[in-house]
């Protein structure tokens, strides 16, 4: 709750008075799409911590190192994106087009990836040597006195990489509501920001929003739709994408919450039957 809190903190006394009434609707929508594209990047830490047996007491610490070296990583890439927008028009439509793209594959039926094969894990392990075992939340250790990394930093640099992968979708996706560089990484800071918060939430309920990835999908493509026009010279006012975005948003936790609402009954019923 204190992340949204500070968020519109942010959004009204200090985008407002400094940016004016467009620039805080624009804010409030790129902070709502890093904020949803940040359900599906948590899913992904989410499948890493467990892969590395990452005990929960430790997750926190990651997590902090995690978020503070994306907003360096963020900070590079935002400036990247923005200058090649405003210096290259055309550059809106290869943004467009990756996010449809991504939107298509987010509402493709999810495979069950072994990440032993993962592009990301091979990086990360030929990167680092690790001992197999940690010691406590340390990324480093002694063995014979010699200095040795532990798995908790092949856990970070995989969250990093993992992070640079999720920003090629998330920075596109900011860049299609507003080319203010100043706009994009603010919002950006803010959603980074709560990434522990909402970690914790969706590591209880990541199995009942069966329907928020389907509506994040429909977030990109709808982004993706709004770059084109606007390439074309036609507006989307800011008013409509917000509303088209917490539309969605709303739509796809009640899809989720009403399809686990029928779920106890079904649970209880079957148990019934077993006891009979």
């Not at 830490?45 to 963020?74: C, K, N, Q």
């Not at 509501?177 to 990434?195: E, K």
């Not at 994040?216 to 409509?240: D, N, P, R």
């Amino acid at each position: 709750i204190w992340s949204f809190v500070a968020t519109f903190a942010f959004a009204f006394g200090v985008v407002l008075p400094l940016k004016g009434t467009q620039a805080t609707l624009d804010f409030t929508t790129g902070f709502l799409v890093e904020k949803s594209l940040s359900v599906d990047n948590l899913f992904v830490f989410l499948m890493i911590f467990e892969y590395f047996h990452v005990p929960d007491e430790y997750t926190e610490r990651v997590l902090r190192w995690g978020i503070m070296s994306a907003l360096v990583l963020r900070g590079v890439m935002i400036a990247i994106g923005v200058a090649a927008v405003q210096r290259f028009r055309p550059v809106l439509l290869i943004f467009a087009l990756i996010l449809i793209f991504s939107a298509y594959k987010m509402m493709q039926p999810e495979e069950e990836e072994d990440l032993k094969d993962n592009t990301v894990m091979k990086i990360a392990r030929w990167c680092v040597s690790a001992t197999d075992k940690y010691d406590g939340d340390k990324f480093f250790t002694r063995i014979g006195g010699v200095r040795r990394a532990t798995p908790m930093l092949v856990v970070l640099i995989c969250i990093e990489l993992s992070d640079v992968l999720f920003a090629v979708d998330s920075i596109p996706a900011v860049v299609g509501i507003t080319q203010d560089p100043f706009i994009v990484y603010s919002s950006n800071i803010f959603a980074l920001m709560a990434l522990r918060s909402l970690y914790l939430i969706l590591s209880r309920s990541v199995q009942q929003l069966l329907y928020l990835r389907h509506a994040v999908a429909a977030i990109l493509g709808f982004v993706g739709v709004k770059m084109v026009a606007e390439f074309f010279e036609v507006h989307v006012s800011s008013i409509l994408s917000l509303g088209v975005i917490l539309a969605l948003l709303a739509a796809g936790t009640a899809a989720s919450i009403l399809h686990n609402r029928g779920k106890p009954a079904a649970n209880s019923q079957e148990k019934m039957r077993e006891a009979v």
